[in-house]
């Protein structure tokens, strides 16, 4: 039998560990090594190859298409991960960090893979405490096992959130130069406002019909879109009903709110000396909004005083299609309508809104950039009346 020390790893794409471990000659262990490498050449392009998932795993071509794509995007976010350069600028490392942080990864892989191959999965399982076997094996029974495994999960995956957020808040000038969802990303590469907005909008939409069709076929994918819909519909009309839906971002201001607004809403609440819970607004981190059952869709507003039942929206002039500037037949790339179509959609909320029992007052920003002052009060005696 042939044996080799326990503490070397065998290597089979090594000429000298083929030589030594199954003894032979230079030429054979190089003729062995170059077969080994042109069968994971060729198994490398029947797992991209369609028909041969199909016939392989006796999948549908959606289902194959569906498995391609997953193993190229993980082959694709490998491979920028022990990228050098990508290293470096993505979490501002040395040259010589990265190089120590891409041994690492490689290690980690390498030590998953040996366990695999070694028929060792089951052993893998429990020794990671985000698996129920893990538990399983300390006593717990499946039922306890799944709970402790996703609270494990869970508690982890705060965890790493704690540290991306101490992170982001020490280093603010590097979170918005990698990560792409922050206009920043896009404007240092050479964009316009205009095109970075869009540009992070298509990179932030990572759930439409559209995505779901594409991923898991018309039907599937139709069903999860639905499901998901009617899911988060459940969601917004629970929050309904106990009185209000608000979100409370951790930075009130970093949102797609313009400055121009915020400092309207600041300069009302100064002038009418309101205490945070006498309004809603962006400015002390609450949004107010209702759900449409009939429309089947919620609606937001800019600022709302409670007691008066008084909402005032701010609108934009290119957002919201300014008729000073925009015939009605214009169409909009960004919100891809017809200034037409967006009028509707602001008479819409506007109407739902008023059959609620709320009063609205419109200030364009064109109006706000010509006259502050008298916006101002326009503003302030609406709300007092």
Request: proline share 1%.
């Amino acid at each position: 039998m042939l044996t080799m020390k326990s503490t070397k790893r065998f290597n089979r794409y090594s000429i000298e560990d083929q030589m030594e471990r199954f003894n032979l000659s230079k030429e054979q262990a190089e003729e062995k090594v170059k077969k080994i490498k042109h069968q994971n050449s060729e198994s490398s392009k029947n797992k991209m190859n369609v028909e041969w998932q199909m016939e392989r795993f006796n999948l549908s071509k959606e289902q194959a298409e569906e498995k391609i794509k997953r193993i190229s995007n993980a082959y694709s976010t490998y491979q920028k991960t022990i990228n050098v350069e990508w290293q470096m600028e993505r979490f501002n490392l040395s040259k010589e960090q990265a190089e120590e942080k891409i041994k690492r990864i490689k290690n980690e892989k390498s030590s998953i893979l040996s366990k695999l191959k070694n028929n060792d999965y089951e052993k893998f399982l429990t020794i990671n405490p985000n698996n129920k076997e893990h538990w399983i094996k300390k006593g717990f029974s499946l039922e306890d096992a799944t709970i402790k495994a996703r609270q494990f999960t869970k508690e982890n995956c705060q965890n790493m959130r704690n540290t991306y957020e101490q992170i982001r808040e020490e280093n603010p000038g590097i979170h918005k130069n990698y990560n792409s969802a922050c206009l920043e990303y896009w404007q240092n590469q050479g964009y316009t406002i205009e095109e970075s907005i869009e540009l992070r909008s298509k990179r932030q939409s990572t759930f439409s019909l559209e995505i779901c069709v594409e991923k898991y076929g018309t039907e599937i994918g139709f069903q999860i879109w639905k499901e998901r819909n009617e899911n988060w519909s459940i969601k917004i009309e629970e929050k309904y009903q106990n009185g209000e839906f608000s979100r409370i971002p951790k930075n009130p201001l970093s949102t797609s709110f313009s400055n121009k607004e915020i400092n309207l809403i600041k300069e009302l609440v100064q002038v009418l000396k309101l205490d945070e819970k006498q309004y809603y607004s962006i400015i002390n981190g609450k949004q107010f909004g209702r759900w449409s059952t009939e429309l089947k869709r919620g609606f937001s507003f800019d600022f709302v005083l409670k007691e008066k039942f008084k909402i005032i929206e701010f609108f934009g002039d290119y957002w919201h299609c300014n008729p000073r500037f925009y015939d009605r037949n214009y169409f909009h790339k960004k919100m891809k309508c017809l200034a037409e179509e967006k009028w509707e959609q602001d008479k819409i909320k506007e109407d739902f809104i008023k059959k609620e029992g709320f009063e609205v007052f419109v200030v364009w920003e064109y109006d706000y950039d010509t006259d502050k002052e008298t916006i101002l009060n326009n503003c302030v005696k609406f709300l007092k009346s």
